[in-house]
Every structure is written in C-alpha cells, then in structure tokens.
C-alpha cells in the first residue's frame, strides 16, 4: 500500500538557521498538508496546498515559513530562521479530494538548539 | 474553532475490555475523522464518517456521530496490547484539520 514518507526523521539546528523539511505525498493525491505537534501538545494546521498555491495557512504559518512543490514528488516546508518553538513534529499528508481522509506520513521531528 | 476535544484524556483498560472515547466540537462539520498516533510517531487514519452518517463501523471500532449534540465517540472493542496509544478526533474542513488533544489509551496484558 503506498504511504507517505518525510525526511529526515530528525534534525537538529541552531536557532536562526534555515531548515526543509522534505515529504514525497502518495502519487495520485493532489491536495497537500503540513501539520506539526510540539511535545505533549495538539496536532496544528500549518497550511495547504494545491495546484502550486497555498489554499488555507493558520497564523502560525508566517513569513518564516514557506512551501513548495519543486518536482511532480516532493513537498517541501521550509522554515527561513528557526527559533526555539519552532521545535516539533511535523507531519505532512495529503488526499485526492478536500474533505477526504488525509493520510499522514510518519513525521520529521525537528529540534532547535 | 471547528476543534474537537476529547474524554476522557486518558484511560486504562484491561487486554479484552472495550474502550470508549468521546469527542465533542463546536460548529458544523463536513466530516469527522479519527486517527491513532503510537507513541512519537505518526497518524494513523482509523475512520472517517461524513455529517449525514450516524455509524460506521471497522473491524473492532465503532464510531458514531450525533450532529445535534455536536459529538462521536469510538468504540474499541476486545482490545488489545496492540491498541494502546493516543486516539485523536479531527473536525474536517475543505483544506485542514482540526484536532483535539486526544484520549490516551492503555491496554493492561
């Protein structure tokens, strides 16, 4: 059964530093998600994306944060200057259709120091 | 917010018990979906069932919604060693999901 990969599975950076977090969807999906989970905390909406453009950002998702689908495989989130709270899980996923079930990859925990 | 939220935080059952959790959310939904997350790792999706059902069912879970009481629950039932980890409900829009904080669930061998 296809399923979603992200890499790495953990990073670490300095505060300030720029980091891409890397997903490859499930080939057929179109509509694409991250999400990220600070320790002990909810699953947060980031942002979605379609057709090269970003659907619908929450407020975390400000101008440190971009995405980008540079090839027909890859989602990318980039994070322009880390700071201490951007230490997370991110999950990327994705579907076919809005309003579908999302399948989620297994995550990226990211760790700034 | 669309968010749900979750009871109890967390519960412990004995291997073969049936565990039940509930979700409660504020506004209309599309769908409401419920997923597993093992200990730091990643979402499981368990069932998704749209705002015109009232059951659904998957092998030994169990979900409900009522749409006039704003709430799902999920039952486990005959569980397992296996099952133990968070369950969370997520309210879906057209482009996100909102999840609450989750039920967290230990299976006693």
């Known amino acids: 059964e296809p399923e979603v990969t992200q890499t790495p599975s953990h990073q670490v950076t300095q505060m300030g530093q720029e980091v891409i977090l890397r997903c490859v969807p499930i080939?057929?999906?179109?509509?694409f998600y991250w999400y990220r989970q600070i320790l002990g905390q909810k699953v947060e909406f980031l942002v979605s994306?379609?057709?090269?453009?970003?659907?619908?950002k929450s407020e975390i998702f400000d101008d440190q944060f971009s995405v980008e689908r540079p090839d027909g495989s890859n989602f990318t989130l980039k994070i322009r200057s880390t700071k201490l709270e951007d230490s997370a899980m991110y999950f990327c996923?994705?579907?076919?259709?809005?309003?579908?079930?999302?399948?989620f990859g297994p995550g990226t925990r990211l760790t700034v120091l | 917010s669309q968010q749900g939220e979750e009871d109890p935080q967390a519960l412990s059952i004995q291997e073969g018990e049936n565990a039940t959790m509930n979700c409660s959310y504020k506004?209309?939904?599309?769908?409401l979906q419920w997923y597993r997350q093992n200990s730091g790792r990643g979402l499981v999706h368990l069932i998704l069932?749209?705002?015109?059902?009232r059951e659904k069912h998957s092998g030994r879970l169990r979900v409900t919604l009522d749409t006039s009481k704003k709430s799902s629950s999920l039952l486990i039932t005959a569980s397992r060693a296996a099952d133990t980890a968070s369950y969370f409900c997520?309210?879906?829009?057209?482009?996100?999901?909102?999840f609450g904080a989750g039920t967290t669930v230990t299976v006693r061998a």
């Open positions: 069932i749209r705002s015109n059902e």
């Open positions: 506004t209309s939904i599309n769908n």
């Open positions: 996923a994705g579907n076919t259709i809005p309003r579908d079930t999302q399948y």
């Open positions: 080939s057929n999906h179109l509509y």
């Open positions: 997520a309210t879906g829009s057209d482009y996100k999901l909102s």
């Open positions: 994306f379609y057709n090269n453009e970003i659907s619908e």
